[in-house]
């Protein structure tokens, strides 16, 4: 028979294992603590106008190029000119020697003298018929003839003296004192460059080209006014060209090779820095879009199908995933033509934090600085 104190310890043992039994099963009615919405730097979007330029690679060539030939055949006398020097048109180059023209000249003169006064006496005899109309005729002919080759002979003569065709710097020669030269021969003297002013040449994707006609053809852009046709330049050197240029003209076709067309521009080279085939930078501007959207490059991103994409906190302070249409650089910008518009708040800090549908906290980006509606766009 148990004890009744042994029953009583039993009983006890029992209760108090069913309370903590009881205690662990009930639900906790502690309230947990609510997370903080994440923080992120905002960039807010306002359309502004902007100086459309195309940043494009070029080549310096010559205005006027003149390769010097000789016009008679003879032995080389003189080379009267400094190899790299500035030479002006009409300034003599090379002397030809001119014995065996000067020699021609005179027995020609004494032909056409002959021949015209044989011309002269006829014309009066034929007059009272002491000659015939027939006789008179071949002697006016013959005297034609002899002032033709009289004319020949100067001109031959006159062209022993080598003269500049145009004003330029003139290169190395390729013949010296003694040397044989001919009339109509392959190899030039020397050659002769104009460069003030001088041409940059340089070529523009198609595509590029028709894109830009097409937003100026719809309102889209505008033109730049007077700074339309005006380039600069930027040498290999990275310093920047002291003159502006103009554009000049474009080809007519474009180069089934590259797909591109060439412009050409005119430079003053008043200093002679720039020299024909100098590697150049040429930026051209192309026209002013007057609502164009400037977003931060550190608020845009590219998906694995290569869009460019971006993080916008909307009315709701939600974030939303955006698709956007990116066509180029403007320094720390990219120019978006698509996917944003005015008023639109772009993140560029906290990004780690965040993925579409958040609700957010903003605050002013610190790692943004303000856009430049005049940057050159590449």
């Known amino acids: 028979m148990n004890h009744p104190f042994s029953r009583a310890k039993a009983l006890s043992l029992t209760l108090a294992t069913s309370l903590l039994i009881s205690a662990c099963n009930a639900p906790d009615e502690t309230p947990q603590q609510a997370q903080p919405a994440p923080k992120v730097g905002i960039y807010t979007i306002t359309t502004q106008a902007y100086t459309l330029t195309s940043e494009l690679p070029g080549r310096t060539a010559a205005y006027r ?38 020699a ?42 002899a002032e033709a080759a009289l004319e020949k002979a100067k001109i031959d003569l006159q062209y022993t003296k080598v003269l500049a065709p145009i004003s330029g710097r003139i290169g190395r020669s ?19 460059q104009q460069l003030d002013p001088i041409y940059v040449d340089v070529t523009q994707s198609a595509n590029d080209l028709l894109r830009l006609r097409r937003e100026m053809a719809s309102g889209q852009l505008e033109k730049a006014g007077e700074t339309a046709a005006q380039v600069s330049l930027k040498l290999q050197d990275g310093s920047v060209y002291p003159h502006q240029g103009t554009l000049e003209f474009s ?3 474009v180069d089934p090779s590259t797909g591109s067309v060439t412009l050409r521009a005119v430079f003053p080279n008043p200093d002679g820095l720039l020299l024909p085939g100098m590697f150049v930078q040429a930026s051209l501007v192309s026209g002013v879009n007057s609502q164009a959207i400037l977003a931060p490059q550190q608020g845009v991103s590219r998906n694995p199908r290569g869009d460019a994409i971006a993080m916008v906190v909307n009315q709701d302070n939600q974030v939303e995933l955006r698709t956007l249409k990116a066509e180029r650089t403007s320094g720390n910008f990219w120019l978006v033509s698509e996917g944003l518009q005015d008023g639109d708040r772009i993140i560029t800090e906290g990004l780690q934090f965040i993925q579409p549908g958040v609700t957010v906290e903003t605050y002013p980006a610190k790692n ?6 005049t940057d050159s766009a590449k």
């Open 174 to 192: 390729s013949v010296s004192e003694g040397a044989l030269v001919n009339n109509g021969q392959v190899q030039e003297l020397a050659v002769i």
């Open 104 to 145: 021609t000249l005179k027995s020609a003169q004494a032909s056409y003298l002959s021949a015209s006064s044989l011309a002269e006496r006829y014309k009066t005899l034929v007059a009272d018929q002491a000659v015939s109309r027939q006789q008179y005729d071949d002697a006016k002919a013959a005297s034609l003839q």
């Open 368 to 373: 943004v600085a303000h856009s430049n509606s």
């Open 65 to 102: 190029i003149a390769e010097v030939r000789p016009q008679v055949s003879g032995i080389v006398l003189q080379r009267l000119f400094k190899e790299g020097s500035e030479v002006k048109a009409n300034q003599q180059l090379y002397q030809i020697d001119p014995a065996i023209y000067a």
């Open 251 to 253: 080809e007519v076709s």
